[in-house]
């Protein structure tokens, strides 16, 4: 069964930082790129930060530049969002996603094919 499950979501105080991690199983993430996406209570899902299957390539939505990293060990089949100066407007579900042939980049959330759960991150003091 194919899966990606992320982790590392929690309560953290403006200005913390916290590590999301989105691991795979049955299936090699070598050859597929990631994407991190967050939704918040009443809104759209929107793009966080994508990385290319080999990491070479990254993109970051501008509300997160400077504060969030995109990364990925395929050794370990997991890639990474270290998440930093956290803000309460960062509070949302975090989710990741995987696609094997991207045709844009960054590419559109319909491109995605495989979806974790999410994992809730609440930034509140």
């Known amino acids: 069964q194919l899966q990606l499950v992320e982790s590392g979501g929690g309560l953290v105080q403006p200005g913390g930082s916290l590590r999301l991690s989105c691991a795979a199983s049955g299936f090699t993430l070598d050859y597929y790129a990631i994407g991190w996406f967050r939704q918040a209570p009443g809104k759209e899902r929107e793009g966080v930060s994508c990385?290319?299957?080999?990491?070479?390539?990254?993109n970051y939505a501008d509300f997160v530049k400077g504060r969030f990293t995109i990364s990925r060990d395929n050794a370990r089949n997991t890639v990474y969002l270290q998440m930093n100066s956290l803000k309460p407007e960062d509070t949302a579900v975090y989710y990741c996603?995987?696609?094997?042939?991207?045709?844009?980049?960054?590419?559109?959330?319909?491109?995605?094919?495989?979806w974790g759960q999410g994992t809730q991150v609440t930034v509140s003091s």
């Open positions: 990385i290319s299957y080999s990491g070479g390539s990254t």
């Open positions: 996603a995987a696609l094997r042939y991207a045709k844009s980049w960054p590419p559109r959330l319909d491109e995605y094919v495989y």
